[in-house]
């Protein structure tokens, strides 16, 4: 089974991108609150960098504010690649589904 979950706040806002074949795409920075306090009691955030692909991308960077609260569903992907003779991967979560919370209100705006 591969599958992560995370709920947390937008800590940058994601900029739409195309690769060379078309394909829109995006990466969105997530403030995420560990689920345990630390030695002094105080609850630490992660900062997770999930890539989003296609529509989910294209909507993602039309809605999302900074503060903005997610839930994001998805999966890791490893990739590989050689550097002087040694084999390394580097490890990513993209997104499969992403739900809007709450929105952070901008200025004059009433929900």
């Known amino acids: ?12 806002l994601p900029s739409l991108k195309e690769t060379t074949t078309g394909v829109k795409t995006c990466s969105v920075l997530m403030k ?6 630390n030695s002094e009691g105080i609850y630490e955030q992660d900062l997770i960098q999930v890539e989003v692909w ?13 503060g903005d609260c ?8 490893s990739r590989r690649y050689d550097k002087e003779e040694k ?3 580097n490890y990513v979560f993209v997104a499969e589904k ?13 929900r």
């Open 1 to 12: 089974m591969n599958l992560f979950c995370i709920v947390g706040c937008i800590e940058e």
């Open 32 to 37: 995420v609150d560990r689920p345990f306090a």
């Open 54 to 66: 296609r529509g989910l991308a294209e909507t993602l960077c039309a809605h999302s504010h900074i």
């Open 70 to 77: 997610l839930a994001i569903k998805g999966r890791m992907a």
């Open 87 to 89: 084999t390394y991967y």
């Open 98 to 110: 992403i739900d809007f919370l709450s929105k952070k209100l901008e200025p004059n705006e009433s």
